[in-house]
């Protein structure tokens, strides 16, 4: 019986069994999506990200539906750290699953706190620093934009919860984000997850106001899969840690393309709400076709590019 | 937040085939598909999350409430509203269609006196709800169907009146001239009842809220709003509800579709 191929991927102190993971805000806390997907097979899941405070979310409505994607203003709807790690975390070490956990702060005490509580836990792998999420006040995303605030909360975070990972997830809605991947490198990210979704915005006809009250929102979906793929390909040349592709990956093929990005890994969000069995398929698909991991085009595409 | 135990829905995706589509009205049509064998037993008030044929640019699945479901079919009534509803209303038999449910709560099975009242393609979990009742669409369940127009009462296709269904038009072209709602205090005058369910406009439900409130009534509406993962996941479909800690929100999909209207805030629903 031959051995399966080793797919494999490895950022700081954990290697995760495959390279494909639900994105943050897709899977709220892991148990709602067992009836349509074995979430145990996956390299891991990302949850929804959890804030020091509960938050009670948006008015709705929260989506939009467009052509090629999705509008969606949530904001961070979550039942807050408190509650987090005597409820949800106790169950999820319960479910076979790598946990990836997604936090968000704004202001570097918050971090501070939210890294001191997690450090006192077990039953999750790491940490993605939520520091892009274009649905909250835009201080905070702001700060996300600003590479000494994000190299400083890398670190805030890294020296509090030295053995396991940390992932900083930066905003494609800046200039250069090379720069603010490079400043998470610096602060002792692990790897950088990119993207999170795009701001955009819709108008009601009927109404002639925007779609969301609050103007604008995070479009998700087959049409950012450019902007991620471009996203990717600068972060990667920028940091020489691994680099999570996020934004748009729909089929099979979407996944090789964040492959020859840079990417070392990939997470699937919106996706799913279309295609339950998509990262399954991409699994498959790696599976058989290994060297499509290590296809990252820096110059000449490699041989295993086929 | 709710912080009881999340309970995932009894859900499985299935691969399933169209068995017919019938056009009902110039607005409406009826979706047949072979009731796959993996597809769990579901009861009145759930819904399936649809995938719209592939080749379009909106490719979101579509929440479906269930219109009737026996060992072979499952029928879903569709409203044409939008390219995605457009693609499914050009399937033909033998084509395959994607699907995963049931999912939501359903209506309360365990109530006397029920009288239902649909509006658009409100009907169908009404009408799934009488066809699993015993005594059909009239005696302990009667339901009401309200349209705008007599074309919209799909007369020529499903024997609504010869079922006992109450028609309405709000152009009184067809039953009852005006607002269901009013066809349903005449009803209740005329025979009482213990519970109102309804499903349709979110004006149309708020008046029978009104209506319960003013006879002293219990009253369950089916909610509908737009959707990504149908599952409880992602808090997209939320509806503010005034719950034991004060205002929540509540997901449509896997709290609801199915609420206690004296809950919601009736203020913050989607209009329509």
């Not at chain 1, 495959?18 to 805000?25: D, E, I, Q, T």
């Not at chain 1, 995303?141 to 992932?167: A, C, Q, Y």
């Not at chain 2, 699907?99 to 029920?114: E, K, Q």
């Not at chain 2, 025979?191 to 809220?209: I, K, N, W, Y």
Request: proline content about 7%; overall charge negative; hydrophobic content about 40%.
């Amino acid at each position: 019986m031959t051995t399966p191929p080793d797919i494999s991927v490895t950022t700081g102190p954990v290697t995760f069994a495959n390279p494909v993971f639900l994105a943050s805000g897709i899977c709220g806390y892991a148990g709602e999506y067992a009836p349509l997907v074995d979430i145990s097979l996956l390299g891991g899941v990302v949850t929804k990200t959890i804030t020091m405070r509960p938050r009670s979310g948006n008015q709705p409505p929260r989506v939009h539906e467009l052509p090629f994607g999705l509008l969606n203003s949530i904001g961070l709807e979550n039942i807050g750290l408190d509650a987090y790690v005597a409820d949800k975390l106790p169950a999820l070490r319960d479910m076979e699953v790598s946990v990836i956990v997604s936090v968000a702060a704004e202001t570097r005490d918050e971090f501070e706190r939210l890294a001191d509580a997690f450090a006192g836990c077990d039953g999750y792998l790491g940490i993605e620093l939520n520091l892009s999420c274009p649905n909250v006040e835009d201080r905070a995303l702001d700060l996300g934009r600003n590479p000494s605030f994000v190299e400083s909360i890398t670190h805030i975070v890294k020296v509090r919860i030295p053995d396991r990972v940390l992932w900083v997830k930066v905003t494609p809605n800046v200039t250069d984000i090379g720069e603010v991947a490079a400043a998470a490198e610096a602060g002792g990210a692990d790897a950088i997850s990119a993207i999170n979704t795009v701001v955009g915005m819709d108008f009601d006809l009927n109404t002639g106001k925007p779609v969301f009250a609050k103007g604008g929102a995070g479009y998700s979906g087959p049409g950012i899969l450019p902007i991620a793929l471009r996203k990717v390909w600068e972060c990667a040349q920028a940091v020489s840690i691994p680099v999570v592709g996020i934004g748009g990956i729909s089929s099979v093929s979407d996944a090789r393309k964040m492959f020859l990005a840079g990417a070392s890994a990939v997470q699937v969000g919106t996706a799913l709400y279309v295609e339950p069995g998509l990262p399954q398929n991409i699994i498959a698909a790696l599976a058989e076709h290994p060297g499509w991991m290590r296809a990252r085009v820096a110059g000449e595409p490699s041989e295993d590019n086929r | 937040m709710s912080q009881t135990v999340f309970v995932p829905a009894r859900a499985r995706l299935c691969r399933a085939r169209v068995l017919s589509t019938i056009r009902l009205s110039s607005r409406y049509f009826l979706l047949r598909i072979v009731r796959p064998d993996e597809m769990p037993a579901s009861a009145p008030g759930q819904f399936v999350h649809v995938a719209v044929p592939p080749g379009g640019r909106f490719f979101l699945r579509r929440p479906l409430s269930i219109h009737n479901c026996d060992d072979n079919a499952l029928e879903l009534l569709i409203v044409e509203a939008g390219e995605g509803t457009r693609r499914m209303r050009r399937l033909a038999s033998g084509d395959s269609l994607d699907f995963y449910g049931p999912l939501g709560g359903a209506f309360p099975r365990s109530v006397t006196r029920v009288l239902a009242i649909g509006g658009g393609v409100g009907l169908a979990p009404l009408y799934y709800y009488g066809r699993r009742n015993a005594g059909g669409f009239r005696g302990t369940y009667r339901l009401l169907y309200g349209a705008r127009t007599r074309d919209d009462l799909f007369l020529e296709h499903v024997p609504l009146e010869a079922q006992g269904v109450g028609l309405a038009t709000d152009d009184g072209s067809y039953g009852f001239a005006g607002n269901v709602v009013s066809l349903a205090a005449a009803e209740l005058d005329r025979d009482e009842a213990d519970v109102l369910f309804s499903c349709g406009p979110t004006v149309m439900m708020r008046a029978v809220q009104r209506l319960a409130d003013e006879r002293g009534l219990a009253h369950y509406a089916s909610l509908e709003n737009r959707m990504a993962c149908a599952l409880g996941a992602c808090r997209a479909c939320v509806v503010p509800v005034r719950g034991a800690r004060g205002r929540e929100f509540r997901t449509v999909c896997h709290d609801g579709p199915v609420f206690d209207g004296s809950v919601l805030d009736w203020d913050g629903l989607p209009v329509p």
